[in-house]
C-alpha cells in the first residue's frame, strides 16, 4: 500500500488528533463549532489530503490549491474569529498531524515520512501568508481598520513578511518608524484607558498602536526625518498624560527600515524598563544612550545593591524615602516639593537635615544628588528589570 493510501486511511485518526490539538491549546477552538458555524472536522481532512498528495510531488501549494486557505482565513476575519487563535490554530494543527503520521513510521515509507516533514516545514509558512492577508481583506471589508492595522504591527515587530496583509489592509509603509514604548498606569475601567488611547493616537496619520497590560507601543512613521517623529511622540506623551492624569513613562528606538523595527522594538521595550525606575523622570520619551547610567547600575547586581543599601537609614518607619523621591520628580525645587507632601517648608528642611544625618549624603550638593538619585533607581530596578 502506498503512503498516500495508507494516510488516507488513517485520516480520521490524523483529524481527530490535530483538533484534539486545537481545542486543548488554542482558547478560540473550543467554541468555534457553535459559536462560529465552522466545520473544522470537514477543513482538517481537506487540509491533510491536500498536503499530503501535494508533498509526494514536492511541488509548491498551487495558487489554484492554496486558495482553500485563503477562504480560511478570509471567513474567519469575516467573523471576527482571533488572529491570534487563527495562527495558533494553524501551527498547532501542523505538529499534532506530523506527529500522528510519524506514528506509520515503518521501512516501507520511512523516505515519504521524511519528504511530507521536509515538504511541510517549508510550505507551512507559506499558508500562514496566504490566510493572514484574506483574513485582513475581510476585517477591512467590515470597515474594522483597527485589527487590521494590529495585524501589520505584529508582523513588523515580529520581522515577518509584511506585503500582503499590508496591501489587504489598505496601508502604505513609511521607510522607518520610531518605536515608542509607553508605561501608564491604567485607569480601574478599561473602556475609560481605550477612550483615551484611542484620543491620543487614533487619529495620527500612518501611527500604528496597541494598548499593552501595563501601558502602549506606538510606531510612529518616518519618511526623512527622525527629529520631527521625535517632537511628535513627546507632543503624544504630554497629551497622554494630560488625558489620563499621571505621569508617563517612556522610551523610544529609531528604525532607519522596516527590517530594523524587531530590534528597535526590544531596545525600547529595555529602555522603558529603566525609564520607570527614574525617579526624576520626564514626561517624554527617553533614547538608550540617554540611559547609559541607568544601563550600567542594572547590569552590575553587586553595585546596584549596594547603592540601594544607601537607603536602608531611610526606611525605618519615616517619610524620609518618600521625601527624597518626591524632591527628585519635582525638579529638586523645595516650594513644589513641601506642597506636593502638604508640609511646611520648615518641615521639609527638617527632613532633608536627617537624610543628611542618617545616609551622610547631602541632596543639597552635586555628590549627594548623583548618588541619591542612582540610589533611588537602584532599588527599583530589580521590579524593573525582573519583566526582562
Request: charged share 25%; net charge negative; hydrophobic share 45%.
Amino acid at each position: 500500500m502506498t503512503f498516500v493510501a495508507r494516510s488516507a486511511e488513517r485520516r480520521d485518526a490524523t483529524v481527530a488528533a490535530m483538533r484534539a490539538a486545537m481545542i486543548a491549546h488554542v482558547p478560540g477552538y473550543s467554541t468555534i463549532e457553535d459559536k462560529y458555524c465552522v466545520d473544522l472536522d470537514s477543513e482538517l481532512h481537506h487540509a491533510v489530503r491536500l498536503v499530503v498528495e501535494m508533498s509526494m510531488t514536492d511541488e509548491p501549494i498551487s495558487d489554484k490549491h492554496m486558495s482553500f486557505f485563503r477562504d480560511i482565513g478570509r471567513e474567519r476575519g469575516a467573523k471576527m474569529f482571533p488572529i491570534a487563535d487563527l495562527r495558533a490554530g494553524l501551527k498547532v494543527a501542523y505538529l499534532a498531524g506530523l506527529r500522528d503520521i510519524y506514528s506509520m513510521v515503518d521501512s516501507a515509507n520511512h523516505s515519504e515520512i521524511m519528504q511530507l516533514a521536509e515538504y511541510t516545514t517549508r510550505e507551512h509558512p507559506r499558508i500562514l501568508e496566504a490566510t493572514e492577508p484574506a483574513y485582513t481583506a475581510a476585517q477591512r471589508e467590515l470597515g474594522d481598520k483597527e485589527r487590521a492595522r494590529a495585524l501589520v504591527l505584529n508582523h513588523l515587530l515580529a520581522g515577518r513578511p509584511a506585503d500582503g496583509v499590508v496591501a489587504a489592509a489598505g496601508i502604505t509603509l513609511p521607510a522607518g518608524y520610531l518605536v515608542v514604548s509607553c508605561r501608564l498606569e491604567p485607569p480601574s475601567d478599561a473602556a475609560t484607558r481605550d477612550e483615551i488611547l484611542a484620543a491620543a493616537f487614533g487619529s495620527r496619520p500612518g501611527a500604528l498602536w496597541r494598548a499593552e497590560p501595563r501601558g502602549l507601543l506606538v510606531l510612529l512613521p518616518v519618511d526623512r526625518d527622525p527629529l520631527a517623529a521625535r517632537a511628535v511622540a513627546a507632543d503624544l506623551m504630554n497629551e497622554l498624560s494630560d488625558a489620563a492624569d499621571r505621569p508617563v513613562k517612556a522610551a523610544e528606538a529609531y528604525a532607519a527600515d522596516l527590517t530594523a523595527v524587531p530590534t528597535a522594538f526590544a531596545e525600547a521595550q529595555q529602555a522603558v524598563r529603566l525609564v520607570a525606575a527614574i525617579p526624576d523622570a520626564q514626561n517624554r520619551p527617553y533614547r538608550m544612550d540617554e540611559l547609559l547610567v541607568e544601563l550600567a547600575i542594572a547590569g552590575q547586581p553587586s553595585i546596584r545593591q549596594r547603592l540601594a543599601d544607601q537607603l536602608t537609614p531611610l526606611r525605618n518607619g519615616t517619610e524620609l524615602q518618600h521625601t527624597i523621591e518626591v524632591l527628585f520628580e519635582c525638579g529638586l525645587d523645595r516650594e513644589r516639593t513641601a506642597r506636593r507632601l502638604f508640609i511646611h517648608r520648615r518641615t521639609l528642611t527638617y527632613r532633608i537635615q536627617r537624610v543628611r544625618e542618617l545616609t551622610g549624603l547631602d541632596p543639597g550638593t552635586a555628590h549627594g544628588i548623583q548618588v541619591l538619585r542612582s540610589a533611588l533607581t537602584a532599588a527599583r530596578l530589580p521590579e524593573a528589570t525582573a519583566e526582562g
